[in-house]
Every structure is written in structure tokens, then in C-alpha cells.
């Protein structure tokens, strides 16, 4: 291999792209809350694929702290559930803020919901020039709106960045099954799917408005293992790992 030809294949695939948690993933292995020692572990990882030259953005669930849905489901007014799932979120950002700064990483949280007092309100504009800088942004509080998913908020928050790929890490499996795996051992994993497939399929990736969403404009998602240390480098060189969304196959 010519030596222009190694250092291509040492370039990451994607240059700007949409890492999606989910707040289960930052929770310790009994109850609910961040796992600081968790927290610092994806910290450090996201510290190497920070210094890969990629311009990173983040969008955290809350279901360590609380899942607006069963909170409807035990009564409570939709809107005000999920208002709550989307302050559950600000709290998990401001946490990754610190971990990732006290591993060296520069990072702005900015936030749907107004707060200046601590983080920074959204703006299109702003993000994208925190990226430019090599600041890794964090995005909370969803769409700022009910009804709304922290799945259907990175699809959005993607397409308005410009991203290239929303990287869908899992901290249970490995990428998309036609099955749960964790009941049906003999469950089948996908390696490519395409979106109308995963739609067709009700497969578990993604909401069916943020999958729509990624279909409409062709943006592309890979669902991989967040507990795999080096995953989401890999991910982002574009290596083959758990199951990738597209277009067609």
C-alpha cells in the first residue's frame, strides 16, 4: 500500500456526526441516577475520536432519571411528563459536560429550553460554530416540545448541523435484531437494513418520525454496542460494525 494510500485509510469516514444515548446507558447496574466511573469511561472515548479530527454532537436520553411515559401511564398530563423527561436530560448533559472537561474536552451543552443560567439556549448558527472550533456539543432538552422523542431530537438536530451519520449507541445489544436477543438467543442480527425495512419491520432503532426523518433526507444511521470500548471509533472510520440504516443496500 502506497503511503498516500495508508494515511487515507487512517482518515475517519465521517467528519461531523450524531452520537445518540440513551440515559440508561450513564445509570449504574442497580437503580437509577449517572454512574460517574461510566460517565468518565465514554469520556476518555470520546476524547480519541475528538482528537480524530471529528466534529461530535451529542443528544442524551433520561430514562436513568425518569421516563416521562410512565408517568402518563400512572396519569399524568402527557404534556407535563415529558416536560419533565426533557429537564431529566439537561441534568444528564451537564453531567457528560463535566466528564468530558475534566478528560480535557472543550464542550458546550446548549439547551431547547431557555436557562442561561446553565447552559447555553439553542441556536443553529452557534452549534455549528462550537463544532467548527472542535467543541463537542451536547443538545438538551429534546425538541424543547411534548410528543416529541430524544430520537426524533437527533434526527433533527443532525439534519440542522449538516451531520453525516447518527451513530445509535446500545448499551444492551450489539445492533438490530429481528428479535429481542436478550429473550430469544436464536434471534437474527441485521447487518444492513434499509429504512422502509426497519418501518416495515416496527424493527426497535429508532421512533418511527426520526426514522421517517433520516429516510427523507437520506441520513444514514449505524446502531452499535456503546459497552465495547472502541466502538464509536470504529464507528466513525466507517469499519463494519453492528447494523447500518440507509437508503438501499
Not at 160 to 184: F, M, N, Q, T, W
Request: a positive charge; charged letters at 25%; aromatic letters at 6%.
Amino acid at each position: 500500500m502506497s503511503e498516500a494510500a495508508g494515511s487515507a485509510a487512517h482518515k475517519p469516514r465521517f467528519h461531523r456526526v450524531m452520537l445518540k444515548l440513551s440515559g440508561q446507558a450513564l445509570a449504574p447496574a442497580q437503580g437509577a441516577g449517572i454512574d460517574l466511573d461510566t460517565l468518565a469511561a465514554f469520556a476518555r472515548e470520546i476524547k480519541e475520536v475528538a482528537a480524530l479530527g471529528v466534529q461530535l454532537a451529542m443528544v442524551i436520553g433520561a430514562g436513568n432519571i425518569l421516563r416521562g411515559s410512565e408517568y402518563e401511564a400512572r396519569g399524568m398530563d402527557r404534556s407535563s411528563a415529558d416536560q419533565m423527561g426533557m429537564l431529566g436530560t439537561v441534568i444528564n448533559a451537564l453531567a457528560f459536560q463535566d466528564a468530558l472537561e475534566r478528560a480535557g474536552v472543550t464542550t458546550r451543552v446548549l439547551s431547547a429550553i431557555a436557562m442561561q443560567a446553565v447552559c447555553e439556549p439553542y441556536i443553529r448558527r452557534r452549534a455549528v460554530r462550537h463544532l467548527e472550533k472542535g467543541r463537542v456539543v451536547i443538545f438538551a432538552a429534546g425538541t424543547g416540545n411534548p410528543y416529541f422523542t430524544t430520537d426524533t431530537a437527533a434526527s433533527l438536530r443532525a439534519l440542522e448541523i449538516g451531520a453525516e451519520v447518527i451513530l445509535k449507541a446500545s448499551h444492551h445489544v450489539d445492533g438490530v435484531y429481528d428479535r429481542d436477543p436478550l429473550r430469544e438467543p436464536g434471534a437474527k442480527r441485521f447487518d444492513r437494513l434499509t429504512y422502509i425495512e426497519v418501518l416495515e419491520r416496527n424493527l426497535k432503532v429508532m421512533d418511527s418520525t426520526a426514522i421517517s426523518m433520516c429516510r427523507d433526507n437520506n441520513l444514514p444511521i449505524i446502531v452499535f454496542n456503546l459497552r465495547q470500548t472502541g466502538n464509536i471509533r470504529r464507528a466513525v472510520m466507517g469499519e463494519p460494525i453492528g447494523t447500518w440504516v440507509e437508503s438501499g443496500r
